[in-house]
């Protein structure tokens, strides 16, 4: 096993390991909000779930928050993602992968849609060739050339390889109809009624704990609100640490599950203080992560020092452990680097300070109140700091025209934590200017990597990606499912679908 060893002037060590490191799936318990009155006889209440008729039910299409978070049981892709965001066979039985990775071959499994048709794989090429055109699937499958359908199966084509494909594609297949707003799956439930009276209706073959399953039609945030806290509705989906969050009031559960969604800090590398890898390397150990997610973010993030999420397979814990919150360390790092404080406690070499400018987007109340943190953590280090709390888009054009030293960022990753948008040299996401041959080449490892070595080459990648500290991670958000109090139990939610697991779900006078 190789090993990175630190130069003394940055005064870390990173340590490789063969195997990463993953958590088993985390018990979500539900966290009441707030405290409920004494129970009550159990009654059969209507169970309805929010929708949004004017946004249509293509899964495509339609861009409706509400409306997505229904698609999980309408529509199956080839694969789900679980809660370690492992990939899990849904419409795909096997698969077979050509030598050189580039050539996947997915059978599918016998499937009808709801309307009685069968499953073929040139429908699940089509909808796959529709996704990755659309502004929703474009991204993960941005290295798609070509799909094509067989009677039962479907092949893939790659423009590079990437063994971690299957949890890319927990993408809705569908068959078109006369309505372009109402396709059919081969999910749970479909869609039934017209109008006022929509209504989800459980497939023949599946014990569904509910059925049928009511539609409650709003038109707003605030109309959903109203319907949830008047128990219209038993469940709605929500980030509750985003920028327009939404508030509820009445008596309910909340179960939380792990997202791709990071939060960091990203360096400017071609100006300013943080062009100097050893100020990099010292602002790493500089964030108290722990902190920001348990009390800044309500214990609804989960503190990461590197760009994956510490219950996927591949996160280094042992490297990780390496750059845990130490402002000791980091002002270890400086002093070796030059840098000196002075009777103000102050940074200095020569007649310069350690000044750095934190930009950070001010609509959001929790990221100014973690960027706040942030700037009281490097000053306690002896930076001189400028919090610049900007509007939407003054703070985008600030990262354009790269006038930042550090900004705080948030980027939701794809299930496979490809980091190239933010690392990579033309990375969509990569302002500070940053560029490594070296780290190129291990991402490039990283996608490749069979079952066998992706261990190790997600840790080479992140040992990597920590000693040049382009980017500073701080914590992985999570989602949250908000349920009518003592009304629902068993709630095992995933990024991708927050009825995952709802077979097992006791609800209340239904099961």
């Given amino acids: 096993m190789r090993r990175r060893k630190r130069a003394a002037l940055l005064g870390l060590t990173m340590v490789m390991i063969l195997s990463g490191c993953t958590q088993p799936n985390p018990e979500t318990t539900p966290t009441p909000a707030p405290a409920p009155t004494p129970a009550v006889a159990a009654e059969k209440k209507p169970f309805a779930l929010a929708c949004y008729p004017a946004g249509g039910f293509h899964p495509l299409r339609s861009s409706n928050r509400i409306n997505l978070s229904l698609f999980p049981l309408l529509y199956q892709g080839l694969f789900s993602v679980d809660g370690q965001f492992r990939a899990k066979e849904e419409l795909c039985q096997s698969y077979t992968v050509s030598e050189d990775g580039l050539v996947w071959t997915f059978l599918l499994r016998p499937a009808l849609f709801s309307d009685g048709s ?12 529709q996704a990755r055109r659309s502004s929703r699937y474009e991204g993960r499958l941005k290295d798609v050339t070509k799909v094509t359908g067989s009677e039962d199966s479907v092949t893939v084509t790659l423009r590079r390889p990437n063994a971690a494909l299957p949890v890319l594609l927990d993408v809705p297949v569908f068959k078109e109809t006369e309505d372009p707003q109402r396709p059919l799956g081969t999910g749970r439930y479909y869609l039934a009624g017209e109008g006022e009276s929509l209504a989800l209706a459980a497939r023949d073959g599946w014990e ?110 042992e490297l990780a452990d390496t750059l845990k919150y130490d402002p000791a360390a980091a002002e ?28 950070v987007n001010q609509d959001n109340i929790y990221k100014v109140t973690v960027a706040e943190a942030l700037a009281e953590d490097l000053r306690g280090i002896g930076c001189d700091v400028t919090l610049a709390k900007l509007p939407w888009e003054e703070f985008t054009a600030a990262l354009s025209r790269g006038e930042f030293d550090l900004y705080l960022g948030e980027t939701t990753l794809t299930a496979d934590f490809d980091p190239e ?87 209340k006078g239904y099961s």
Wanted: proline share 4%; aromatic share 8%; with cysteine.
């Fill in 332 to 359: 270890e790092i400086l002093e070796l680097a030059g840098w000196e404080k002075d009777e103000e406690e102050r940074l200095r070499r020569g007649r310069s300070t350690l000044a750095l400018r934190l930009v």
């Fill in 208 to 317: 569904a704990p509910v059925d049928p399953i009511g539609l409650r039609s709003v038109a707003s945030g605030d109309e959903l609100v109203y319907a949830f806290d008047a128990q219209e509705v038993a469940l709605v989906d929500a980030d509750l640490t985003g920028t327009n969050a939404l508030g509820y009031s009445g008596r309910f559960e909340t179960t939380d599950y792990p997202t791709t969604t990071l939060l960091y800090v990203g360096c400017n590398t071609r100006s300013g203080a943080c062009r100097e890898l050893g100020v990099r390397q010292a602002l790493l150990r500089s964030f108290d992560r722990e902190e920001i997610a348990r009390r800044l973010l309500d214990r609804r993030a989960v503190a990461s020092a590197l760009p994956i999420h510490p219950w996927a397979e591949g996160y280094d814990r």
């Fill in 421 to 507: 948008a933010l690392l990579g040299a033309g990375g969509a996401l990569n302002y500070g200017g940053f560029s490594d041959r070296e780290l190129e080449e291990l991402m490039e490892r990283y996608r490749s990597a069979g079952e066998e070595t992706r261990a190790m080459a997600a840790s080479e990648l992140w040992t990597r990606a920590a000693e040049m500290a382009p980017i500073l991670p701080l914590c992985f958000k999570n989602g949250s499912v908000l349920t009518q109090w003592g009304q629902m139990g068993n709630v095992t939610p995933t990024q991708r679908d927050v009825f995952a697991g709802m077979e097992n779900w006791r609800v």
């Fill in 118 to 129: 069968p499953l073929t794989g040139a429908e699940a090429a089509a909808s796959l060739e």
